[in-house]
């Protein structure tokens, strides 16, 4: 069984930064693509950031140059620095795993099939 878990939300003012963290428990493999979305209530959850087994990543263009996202594979952790931050960035962060991926990672959130319960990140104007 694969659990990740999310940690490091919080307040935070226009301008400033945060640092989420991803564990996972369970498969310590490393062998797997990784990913950060985010999700407004009525909205659809939508793609931050993927990591492939070798820290290749792929950002979406809302975080191009703001937000880094990368793994510790020695420490089974994901890590996405957010500098910059806007209120617009204010969402649920969850964590994610496609176990079928270690490179050529899928974009799409339906093929990752392991999720976060989800961190809060609130950005204030």
């Known amino acids: 069984q694969v659990h990740l878990v999310e940690s490091g939300g919080g307040s935070v003012q226009a301008g400033g930064s945060l640092r989420l963290s991803c564990v996972v428990s369970?498969?310590?493999?490393?062998?797997?693509?990784m990913g950060w979305f985010r999700q407004v209530p009525g909205m659809a959850r939508e793609r931050v950031v993927i990591i492939d087994t070798g820290g290749g990543t792929n950002y979406a263009d809302a975080v191009k140059g703001r937000f880094t996202g990368s793994r510790d594979n020695g420490k089974n952790t994901m890590y996405l620095e957010m500098s910059s931050l806007r209120p617009e960035d204010t969402a649920t962060y969850y964590c994610?795993?496609?176990?079928?991926?270690?490179?050529?990672?899928?974009?799409?959130?339906?093929?990752?099939?392991?999720w976060g319960p989800g961190t809060q990140v609130t950005v204030s104007s």
């Open positions: 994610a795993a496609d176990r079928g991926r270690a490179y050529g990672c899928r974009t799409t959130q339906s093929y990752y099939g392991y």
């Open positions: 369970g498969d310590l493999s490393n062998r797997y693509c």
